[in-house]
């Protein structure tokens, strides 16, 4: 991999100065024997992140997507007391809550902060909590085990840096009454700042969870959110999973989501981009059970000069499992917007049924995508579709709405939501999906429009 070296080894000196050499072990989630072996994976970790650096557009995965301001960025370790808890943040927090009695694990720069959190009401087979503070065997059994940090480096960073983060372990058997809420907070600081937030999901054997991610940022400098989300769903489980990432407009968003799925398993996936400077989504997705069945949806709106990265890794290990990727971009401005999915069938998962779709709307002539569906078949007895559309509001549907009385510009909009309307119906959870209706028509500018046209 052709890579840019980061700036004067600053992540090399953070890891030395924060104490996350070998020969230390702390902040170091688990027990005495699960602590050991992290403290040699992130030493690890670190030492393949600067074999490879950060990617450039010269490598294949990342060709759409600079990551030059990164890179040069002398991103300072931002800690857990980073942040005065004053009545502004406390209005802030407070904003992020979709529904009060659920839980919620609030992390502030990847930190755990039980301040902010309430876990009431979770049954004692449900463990959520701080990953520092957990001694749950899923640490030992699954944390760092499926990201891929030998070969992504963003992941390997995320992994040298690991110290504490989210944990949900569902027990076998076990129905989660309510969706859990997982709100990553990164904060800026005098000079720009950089959090690794890591988060484990673990549904034993028949469980039914859903896990919501909130990633938002109160705004008022440059930031780098660089996080990792592991999710494990075992034979026979129902996982429902929600990544939203509302960043500041100054902030720089990198994560990657590793699912793998046993048998007969469901996993589905939203994910919902709405603010950024800079966002790249990494899904990966590992169907390693018969019958399993994943569902990856997204929406993602862009404007000004945003840029936002969905890439999609569904790889099909074991025979008759289902895959399906819904993925639906807005752009307006000059913002940038990149599809990449990918579907890999292996010579064993025969039957596989797959499909993905990825459909844009560009608002404006300085708007730009980049789609590329792609399928890699080894197996010779599958289904498996795949296709992408980019193009603008259908002229005729205008006038036609314009025909009933309907001013244009609330004509447009009713398009536009509609468009988008599809993705945010998948949402189960019907807070988030009032808010997420609420901040689509907010974005969109077309709330006020309707309002007041109609």
Not at 139 to 156: D, G, M, N, S, V
Request: hydrophobic share 35%.
């Amino acid at each position: 991999m052709t890579s840019v070296a980061h700036p004067n080894g600053t992540y090399v000196e953070q890891f030395r100065r924060a104490g996350e050499a070998p020969s230390g072990t702390a902040g170091v989630p688990g027990g005495p024997s699960a602590c050991a072996e992290l403290v040699e994976v992130k030493q690890a970790a670190l030492d393949r992140f600067v074999e490879l650096g950060f990617p450039t557009m010269r490598h294949e995965d990342w060709r759409f997507t600079n990551t030059a301001r990164i890179a040069e960025t002398a991103f300072q370790l931002a800690g857990p007391g980073n942040t005065a808890f004053d009545a502004t943040f406390m209005a802030f927090m407070a904003a992020q809550t979709l529904d009060a009695d659920w839980p919620r694990l609030v992390l502030v720069n990847g930190y755990y902060c039980a301040e902010l959190s309430c876990t009431k009401g979770l049954p004692d087979s449900i463990h959520a909590g701080s990953l520092a503070a957990s001694t749950s065997g899923a640490i030992e059994a699954h944390l760092t085990r499926h990201a891929q940090w030998k070969t992504q480096p963003f992941t390997a960073l995320n992994t040298a840096f690991l110290s504490d983060g989210a944990i949900v372990h569902v027990a076998a058997g076990t129905d989660c009454p309510q969706p859990v809420h997982v709100v990553y907070v990164s904060t800026p600081g005098a000079d720009p700042q950089v959090s690794h937030p890591r988060g484990l999901i673990v549904a034993e054997a028949g469980s039914r969870v859903t896990v919501i991610e909130s990633y938002v940022g109160p705004g008022g400098g440059d930031y780098f959110t660089n996080a990792v989300t592991e999710i494990v769903a075992g034979d026979n489980t129902t996982v429902d999973h929600y990544k939203i990432v509302r960043e500041h407009d100054r902030a720089y968003h990198v994560g990657t989501t590793h699912i793998h799925q046993g048998r007969d398993s469901s996993v589905t996936s939203h994910s919902v981009t709405l603010a950024g400077a800079l966002v790249r989504n990494d899904l990966i997705a590992e169907i390693d059970g018969e019958g399993a069945v994943c569902t990856l949806n997204g929406l993602y709106i862009t404007r000004d000069r945003s840029h936002v990265d969905n890439h999609l890794r569904v790889e099909h290990l074991k025979p008759h499992g289902d895959s399906r990727q819904h993925y639906k971009g807005i752009l307006d401005g000059h913002s940038h917007a990149v599809f990449t999915g990918r579907i890999n069938v292996h010579k064993d998962a025969q039957k596989t049924d797959a499909k993905q779709t990825n459909k844009n709307l560009l608002l404006s002539e300085d708007a730009q995508i980049d789609t590329k569906p792609q399928l890699e078949i080894f197996a010779d007895d599958v289904k498996c579709t795949h296709g992408a559309t980019i193009g603008q509001l259908d002229e005729d549907a205008i006038f036609y709405l314009r025909s009933r009385g309907i001013r244009e510009d609330a004509a447009r909009g009713v398009l536009l939501l509609a468009f988008a309307q599809e993705s945010v119906d998948r949402v189960r959870p019907a807070p988030l999906r009032s808010r997420l209706q609420d901040a689509v028509g907010e974005l969109l500018g077309q709330g006020r429009v309707l309002q007041e046209a109609i």
